[in-house]
């Protein structure tokens, strides 16, 4: 883990000149944002996927066509860390992730 973040920090000093909100501020598109999360070590799509809405519905940035690039993510209500604003909203994202796993499971 302290490798991938070393590797992290490298890549926002080398790309961002150490300034990391270059890497949504400048982003164009959404699919361009994906692409730049995605580069990042350790970001895999889903996880991309889930800082870009967290950075759509917490932070406002919301670049053209975030909602496409980041799928069901994008819609209201609490599927993933990116819905979590207080504890009770962090419960309701356990709920769902629970039935999804029963759902899942069941067949």
């Given at each position: 883990?302290?490798?991938?973040?070393?590797a992290?920090a490298?890549?926002?000093?080398?790309?961002?000149?150490?300034?990391?909100?270059?890497?949504?501020?400048e982003?164009?598109?959404?699919?361009e944002?994906?692409?730049?999360?995605?580069?990042?070590?350790?970001?895999?799509?889903?996880?991309?996927?889930?800082?870009?809405?967290?950075?759509a519905?917490?932070?406002?940035?919301?670049?053209?066509?975030?909602?496409?690039a980041?799928?069901?993510?994008?819609?209201?209500?609490?599927?993933?860390v990116?819905?979590?604003?207080d504890?009770?909203?962090?419960?309701?994202?356990?709920?769902?992730?629970?039935?999804?796993?029963?759902?899942a499971?069941?067949?």
């Amino acid at each position: 883990m302290a490798a991938r973040l070393q590797a992290l920090a490298a890549l926002v000093e080398e790309k961002y000149d150490g300034r990391t909100e270059r890497l949504w501020n400048e982003a164009a598109t959404g699919k361009e944002l994906l692409a730049r999360v995605m580069e990042l070590p350790g970001f895999g799509k889903q996880k991309a996927q889930i800082f870009v809405a967290l950075l759509a519905k917490q932070l406002d940035v919301r670049p053209e066509g975030w909602e496409q690039a980041v799928g069901a993510y994008a819609e209201d209500g609490h599927r993933s860390v990116a819905d979590v604003t207080d504890g009770e909203s962090l419960q309701k994202v356990r709920d769902y992730k629970k039935q999804k796993k029963a759902a899942a499971k069941a067949g």
